[in-house]
Every structure is written in structure tokens, then in C-alpha cells.
């Protein structure tokens, strides 16, 4: 029985560094080369929203025309666009990441099981403190909020999250373990879960 981890791997926050001091992301590439790569690989991200991928596709496309007619093409033009989409794709790995941990949770509760750590909620709570969310839990970004803070608390939570799910098996297996009927219908939920597509529309 699994839930799906956070493919940290494919990840855009694998590329992002924060200053916690001045609460700002640090981005450096060799060259230009490196710099469309890294917009191509996070056009790849499962965890974004397709509208945000098809854009940054169309950036790094765009980017790599210029550079091809041009070598002294000036890349500041494209700065804020970049920047934008970053926080943008920022976002989108977010809200997924809550929806798979609010799972968890619902799927927890709904079987009375508790085996979830306080740090846990802490961590979660920490990310959802940076949107709004309306009573349909749809979540939108507080502008005002910080960007690079909300990477540094999506890192601290996905150590969490990995880790629940690395001892997760054993745990539900153990908990469950005379209880065959339960077992055959939360491998049931899990599975209905697993079916859940990466990347969200």
C-alpha cells in the first residue's frame, strides 16, 4: 500500500536556493545554455500545471530562436517573465503538495488512525499560511507573500512528508494486521488515490 511521494527529482526545487536571511532565491548558470536547460527541465515538472509548462515551453523556445540568430541577444528583456513563472510553478508544487498530504490526512482520519507526527501539521500548516482558500478548499496565493520562505517551507515539509511515507507500509500493515477485511479496503483507497494523475490541470 503507497501513497505517492513528492518527486523531489523532477522537482523545480531542486534548482532553487534561499538566502533565509534575506528571504530571496539565488539563481546562477554558467551560460545561456544552462539557463534554457534549467526552463526546459522545469517545463517537464509533473508537479505544475499544464498552462504554466505549455508557457515556459514557449520560453525556452523563444529564448533558444534569439540566441540562434543572435549571439549578442540581451536576456534581461525576458527577467520578469522568467521570474514570474518561476513563482507561478513555485505555486503550483505547493497546492499539489498540500493536496497529497491533505489526503493522507482525510484517508487517516476517515480510518481512525493515528500515526501521524505533530511536526507533521506544523510543517503543513507553515505552507498553507502563505494562500487563502475558499470553502471548496480551493487555494489561491497571498500576493504579499514571500516566495522564497514558501520554498523554504515546502523543503522542510517534503523531508517530512517522504519520511511518513518510507515508514508508512509497515506502519498501516502492523496497525491493521487483524483486521483482514479493513486491509483489503483502505489497499482499496490507496490504490484509488495511486490513480491520481502528477500533474494537475
Given at each position: 500500500?503507497?501513497?505517492?511521494?513528492?518527486?523531489?527529482?523532477?522537482?523545480?526545487?531542486?534548482?532553487?536556493?534561499?538566502?533565509?536571511?534575506?528571504?530571496?532565491?539565488?539563481?546562477?548558470?554558467?551560460?545561456?545554455?544552462?539557463?534554457?536547460?534549467?526552463?526546459?527541465?522545469?517545463?517537464?515538472?509533473?508537479?505544475?500545471?499544464?498552462?504554466?509548462?505549455?508557457?515556459?515551453?514557449?520560453?525556452?523556445?523563444?529564448?533558444?530562436?534569439?540566441?540562434?540568430?543572435?549571439?549578442?541577444?540581451?536576456?534581461?528583456?525576458?527577467?520578469?517573465?522568467?521570474?514570474?513563472?518561476?513563482?507561478?510553478?513555485?505555486?503550483?508544487?505547493?497546492?499539489?503538495?498540500?493536496?497529497?498530504?491533505?489526503?493522507?490526512?482525510?484517508?487517516?482520519?476517515?480510518?481512525?488512525?493515528?500515526?501521524?507526527?505533530?511536526?507533521?501539521?506544523?510543517?503543513?500548516?507553515?505552507?498553507?499560511?502563505?494562500?487563502?482558500?475558499?470553502?471548496?478548499?480551493?487555494?489561491?496565493y497571498i500576493?504579499?507573500?514571500?516566495?522564497?520562505?514558501?520554498?523554504?517551507?515546502?523543503?522542510?515539509?517534503?523531508?517530512?512528508?517522504?519520511?511518513?511515507?518510507?515508514?508508512?507500509?509497515?506502519?498501516?500493515?502492523?496497525?491493521?494486521?487483524?483486521?483482514?477485511?479493513?486491509?483489503?479496503?483502505?489497499?482499496q483507497q490507496?490504490?484509488?488515490?495511486?490513480?491520481?494523475?502528477?500533474?494537475?490541470?
Amino acid at each position: 500500500m503507497k501513497f505517492k511521494k513528492f518527486d523531489s527529482k523532477k522537482s523545480i526545487l531542486r534548482f532553487l536556493q534561499v538566502d533565509e536571511t534575506k528571504r530571496e532565491i539565488n539563481l546562477s548558470f554558467n551560460d545561456t545554455t544552462d539557463f534554457i536547460f534549467f526552463l526546459k527541465e522545469i517545463a517537464e515538472d509533473p508537479n505544475i500545471a499544464k498552462k504554466n509548462a505549455k508557457k515556459l515551453t514557449s520560453l525556452y523556445i523563444e529564448i533558444s530562436n534569439k540566441l540562434g540568430n543572435d549571439d549578442n541577444t540581451d536576456l534581461s528583456v525576458y527577467e520578469t517573465k522568467c521570474n514570474n513563472l518561476i513563482e507561478a510553478c513555485v505555486i503550483d508544487e505547493a497546492i499539489y503538495l498540500v493536496n497529497m498530504a491533505k489526503n493522507i490526512v482525510i484517508f487517516l482520519a476517515h480510518n481512525k488512525l493515528d500515526l501521524l507526527q505533530k511536526d507533521f501539521f506544523d510543517k503543513l500548516l507553515l505552507i498553507e499560511s502563505h494562500f487563502n482558500f475558499d470553502q471548496n478548499l480551493t487555494y489561491s496565493y497571498i500576493k504579499n507573500s514571500s516566495i522564497a520562505l514558501l520554498i523554504f517551507h515546502l523543503k522542510q515539509f517534503i523531508n517530512i512528508y517522504d519520511e511518513f511515507l518510507n515508514n508508512f507500509e509497515n506502519v498501516i500493515n502492523h496497525s491493521l494486521e487483524n483486521s483482514i477485511s479493513t486491509k483489503n479496503k483502505l489497499t482499496q483507497q490507496i490504490n484509488h488515490f495511486n490513480t491520481i494523475k502528477r500533474r494537475p490541470s
